[in-house]
C-alpha cells in the first residue's frame, strides 16, 4: 500500500511562492507518475500538474504555466510542487497523487493513490 504525505502549504500574499513536497512510502516510486491537484472551496478538483517516470513531460494547467514547477527526487520518494507568483485564484486544498504507471495523466481517475491534501491560501 503506498501512502502519499503532501506539506508546505500555508498563507502567502499575492506575488509569493511556496514549495509544496510530497513524500511517498512506496518502494517503487520511481516506476509511478505523479500528480498535483486541486480542490477550491465549492468548486470540484482540478489537475494542476502531472510528471511521468520516465521521459516526456510535464504537463501544467494553462493557469498555473510558467509560474508553477513540478520535480521529483527518486531518491527521497519525493515529488514536488514550487509554486511561483501566487495569485489569489490559487487558493485551494493541494492534492499529491500517484499513479500505478509510468505515463503522466491529467485526470484525477487514473490515479491509484492520494495524499490528504495541504491548504494554501493566498492573501490579496
Known amino acids: 500500500q503506498v501512502q502519499l504525505v503532501e506539506s508546505g502549504g500555508g498563507l502567502v500574499q499575492t506575488g509569493g511562492s511556496l514549495r509544496l513536497s510530497c513524500v511517498s512510502s512506496g518502494r517503487t516510486f520511481s516506476n509511478y507518475a505523479m500528480g498535483w491537484f486541486r480542490q477550491a472551496p465549492g468548486k470540484e478538483r482540478e489537475f494542476v500538474a502531472t510528471?511521468?517516470?520516465?521521459?516526456?513531460?510535464?504537463y501544467y494547467r494553462d493557469s498555473v504555466k510558467g509560474r508553477f514547477i513540478i520535480s521529483r527526487d527518486n531518491a527521497k520518494n519525493t515529488v514536488y510542487l514550487q509554486m511561483n507568483t501566487l495569485k489569489p485564484e490559487d487558493t485551494a486544498v493541494y492534492y499529491c497523487?500517484?499513479?500505478?504507471?509510468?505515463?503522466?495523466?491529467?485526470?484525477?481517475?487514473?490515479?491509484?493513490?492520494w495524499g490528504q491534501g495541504t491548504h494554501v491560501t493566498v492573501s490579496s
Open positions: 510528471i511521468s517516470s520516465g521521459a516526456g513531460g510535464p
Open positions: 497523487a500517484g499513479r500505478s504507471s509510468s505515463f503522466s495523466s491529467s485526470r484525477a481517475s487514473d490515479y491509484n493513490y
